[in-house]
């Protein structure tokens, strides 16, 4: 059988009461003494805190590595763009255009020529080199027939990109 809790009522000490009969009050059950000391405050507090911290830096950790994925595919983007733009340019004027072609921290250019307004591209670089390869059978025979671009993109001279490909005449 489960028996009730004893209902202790509250009794509010007067200045009068001496502290003899506090004490018996207190041994009798009559007044409770339950509650929270500063320093077990302090520790429910400090434990508390660290549960909280460690709910939230997986958020704040995966926010930083979103943005991180998100600098890597404009930088790929912006990569892929330059390489498009250099591959439709005629073969024999790639090298003389592009080789040693780059574009400085905030100065990148759209496929029409204007410079990029949007802050996201202020701190992206990129560069291009273009280079004749001959391949064994050709190496005495006149004229390359291939050439290998290589587009890079940086952030904050952090490289982000790199592509290559070989375009043959």
Do not use: W
Not at 75 to 104: H, M, P, R, W
Not at 113 to 142: I, K
Not at 144 to 166: C, D, G, H, M
């Amino acid at each position: 059988m489960i028996r009730p809790a004893k209902k202790q009522a509250f009794i509010p000490l007067e200045k009068e009461m001496n502290l003899k009969a506090v004490h018996k009050l207190i041994i009798e059950g009559q007044v409770s003494l339950t509650g929270f000391t500063l320093i077990e405050a302090m520790i429910a507090l400090v434990i508390f805190s660290i549960a909280v911290t460690g709910f939230i830096l997986p958020f704040a950790s995966s926010a930083m590595i979103q943005q991180q994925g998100c600098d890597q595919t404009l930088a790929v983007k912006l990569a892929c763009d330059l390489l498009e733009e250099i591959v439709n340019t005629d073969f024999d004027q790639i090298v003389a255009g592009y080789n040693g072609y780059s574009e400085e921290k905030g100065q990148i250019r759209t496929a029409s020529g204007a410079v990029f307004s949007d802050p996201v591209y202020a701190d992206f670089s990129r560069e291009a080199v273009c280079e004749y390869v001959y391949m064994p059978p050709q190496v005495n025979m006149g004229a390359p027939n291939f050439i290998r671009i290589t587009v890079r993109v940086y952030q904050n001279e952090l490289k982000l990109a790199e592509i290559s490909r070989l375009k043959s005449r």
